[in-house]
């Protein structure tokens, strides 16, 4: 178990049935190993909350073999282009969707138009990036693989372009 690059368990963390791989060290750096519940891999209604297993594993696995990090940053989730349009922080373009702030609202989730903060030039703090579901973009699975036609991953490199599949 403790020598194990894949490891089948109930969660320890409070994270749910969320897969990770723990990963202490710099890009570049392998990783320690992989959890994945075994909730996740036999509830076939988690597919639709996390996406497909096999590109949920590969970017795991590019994680814990390469040392790659995710293609999204929580800590700054926004930034202004070249082209003075705040995006959300992410390597591929090609993923389109929508900015909206989400409003639970007893029982249901509800959206609402994101606002420019004046101090920052960026969305609000609430403000999320909704990638469309129905898209063609094929990339990036280190950003977000759950989206049908994703099976490349880029790197933030548009010259390196690896494809999965």
Known sequence: FYQAHVIIANTFLNIGDSPYTRQYGGCGEQGQFIHLTPNFLMNEDLISVYGAHGKLFVQEWARLRWGVFEEYNTDQPFYISPNLQVEATRCSVNISGI?????????????????????????????????????????????????QYVSAMTVCNPSIRHTFG
């Open 99 to 147: 900015y909206r702030v989400p409003e639970h609202v007893e029982d249901s989730c509800l959206t609402k138009s994101c606002n420019i903060d004046p101090h920052t030039g960026l969305y609000e703090q609430k403000c999320t990036f909704f990638p469309e579901k129905n898209q063609t973009a094929g990339e990036s699975i280190m950003y977000f693989p759950g989206l």
